[in-house]
């Protein structure tokens, strides 16, 4: 593909920099991860943020205006998230619900589903968690063992996931479940819409080595919920779930290339201000690895164009969604190491400056740890690739 098509610039300069000044006027310079006055948004700031970004028209963009989207193609999206990330905006705390499970009940729900779920979504009013991986199925997602029997009334669900994101904050939880003979594997499986404060669901927070706790092990003791929390049909949870873990791996968190290269400059802009670090710059190793990870964001930025001008065309996403996987993880991971080496060279007494660019990336590299596994790890990544596009045997 030509740069002249990827260049989604041209057409949407204005919207571009309506964005732009929208973003001047709202986003709080405090929460720029690159200032040495950082301060991290609290939990109601945040969903405070959120809905003000949904309400200036910055969520739900292609979701039809009847169900509270905005009605627009993935191009806005993509020029929205890549100013978003240039400023480093936090993560949302209903990425699950906005970027996975809305574009699923929206492919795959009824029309009552739609109504009562996806509006809420953008809003905030409803967090949503994604509960699919178990301890014994993550990479083979299959082999899921919560079951949903059917009751009168409804459906009976028991069982336990782990990993599941943001439980303890989610109003509503997708639950991959069997509902038929294990030995159908894919065949047997449903999603349903289950509430978090049904009565059997217990959450229990998981420590994490950053001192986080964001995922959960979320258990279902004889859980019920009505017919209608099924979603896509019974038996039909795994072309959902695919389509649910295809999004997740193409063009959620579409700001990444962009959030990247803040951090990227972040790096750059600590070590000039730095006596000891500004050596480092004009050291031919430091410089070649720089300017690799500048080249990898840049790979990203235009893959995740690709991705989005071909959706825009009609096009699918295919094995696409994990090479796109595959690169930003690693190269996030590239980024999270470079950075930590350099900086653990810093001046000591540490500047204000230095003192905050280490705290970014220790949590970082922390974090990156986890983003070669989550939605998929690599080396499952590589067999989709090497299956769809190589079009090569299973192992
Ligand atoms: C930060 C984070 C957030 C997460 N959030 C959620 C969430 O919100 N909801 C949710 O449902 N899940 C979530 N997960 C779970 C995630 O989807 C799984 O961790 C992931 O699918 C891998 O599964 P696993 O951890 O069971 O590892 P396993 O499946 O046990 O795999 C272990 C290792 O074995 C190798 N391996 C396994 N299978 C293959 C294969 N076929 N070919 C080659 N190598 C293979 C891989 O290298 C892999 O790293 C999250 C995970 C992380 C780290």
């Not at 978003?84 to 936090?90: A, E, T």
């Not at 968690?129 to 009334?153: I, K, P």
Request: proline share 4%.
């Amino acid at each position: 593909m030509s740069a002249a098509a990827v260049a989604v610039d041209c057409p949407e300069q204005g919207y571009r920099q309506a964005v732009r000044d929208w973003i001047a006027g709202n986003f709080p310079r405090t929460w720029m991860p690159d200032r040495a006055d950082y301060a991290a948004p609290v939990f109601a700031e945040q969903i405070a943020w959120e809905r003000s970004l949904y309400e200036a028209g910055f969520a739900g963009f292609t979701w039809p205006r009847d169900y509270g989207g905005q009605g627009q193609t993935l191009v806005e999206q993509l020029v929205a998230n890549e100013e978003l990330g240039r400023v480093g905006l936090p993560d949302s705390l209903n990425g699950i619900g906005k970027d996975m499970i809305g574009p699923v009940i929206l492919a795959v729900g009824t029309e009552a589903q739609k109504v009562r779920y996806l509006r809420n979504i953008l809003t905030m009013r409803d967090i949503w968690c994604q509960g699919f991986s178990e301890s014994e199925a993550g990479s083979d997602l299959a082999a899921v063992r919560t079951r949903a029997t059917e009751s009168g009334e409804g459906w009976i669900i028991t069982g336990s996931k782990i990993w599941t994101s943001f439980a303890q904050h989610a109003d509503l939880c997708l639950v991959l479940a069997r509902t038929g003979d294990p030995a159908l594997r894919h065949a047997s499986l449903s999603m349903f819409i289950v509430p978090m404060d049904a009565p059997g669901i217990t959450v229990r927070q998981i420590d994490q080595i950053n001192g986080r706790a964001n995922f959960c092990e979320v258990v279902f003791d004889d859980v019920r919920v009505d017919t209608d929390a099924v979603l896509g049909g019974v038996n039909q949870g795994w072309a959902g779930a695919g389509r649910v873990l295809e999004v997740e791996r193409a063009i959620n968190r579409m700001y990444r290339a962009s959030l990247f290269e803040n951090e990227l400059r972040h790096l750059v802009a600590a070590c000039r201000s730095d006596p000891r670090l500004s050596v480092l710059l004009d050291e031919p190793a430091y410089l070649d690895r720089l300017g690799a990870c500048y080249s990898d964001i840049e790979v990203l930025r235009r893959l995740v164009r690709r991705t989005v001008l071909s959706l825009t065309r009609g096009g699918a996403i295919n094995g696409e969604g994990s090479i796109i996987k595959l690169h930003w993880s690693e190269a996030h991971q590239r980024i999270a190491v470079l950075a930590r080496e350099m900086l653990a060279q810093a001046s000591r007494p540490l500047s204000t400056v230095t003192k905050r660019a280490i705290e970014r990336f220790d949590e970082l590299y922390l974090r990156s740890r986890a983003e070669t596994i989550q939605a998929g790890a690599s080396a499952v990544q590589l067999g989709i690739i090497a299956q769809r596009i190589l079009k090569l045997p299973k192992t």
